[in-house]
């Protein structure tokens, strides 16, 4: 039975758990030379990125992306970070700033599966919909 991306990134993260950049580098060698043998490059990518939610989950990382018609100005930044730090009880939070004008004001929020829509574009469909009715 060949092993799952998650599998390979929870064995992963916890050969390179507390150790040094010089450790670390040995173990993603022959992580690199066990993909290969097993034929199994092609998961790489998938790895990586389970790897960095293990990572993150086990560290109180929270990854948002932020959708806005505009970047977003330092202190709205602040206190989406505030917000989503108390939400998800996190240590860190990491804003990604997605511009889309189409959204005509107003944020959404997007934490994992979770999205908060907040934009102006959503409430006018509501309105809209209600109106037909």
Known sequence: MKATAMQ????????????????IDGILADFVKL??????ERLAGNISKKFGEIYNA????????ITSCEKLNEAIEKKIENYI????????V??????D???????????????MDG????????LKSILIL
């Open 35 to 40: 993909l290969a043998k097993n034929n199994q």
């Open 8 to 23: 390979y990134a929870k064995a992963l993260y916890e050969a390179t758990k507390d150790k040094n950049q010089k450790e």
């Open 85 to 92: 730090k108390d939400k998800y009880s996190a240590k860190k």
């Open 101 to 115: 004008e189409s959204i005509k004001g107003g944020i959404i929020i997007r934490v994992g599966d979770e999205i």
């Open 58 to 65: 086990e560290n109180g990382i929270v990854e948002a992306e």
């Open 94 to 99: 990491e804003i990604n700033n997605k511009i």
């Open 119 to 126: 934009s102006v574009e959503r409430q006018l469909k509501e």
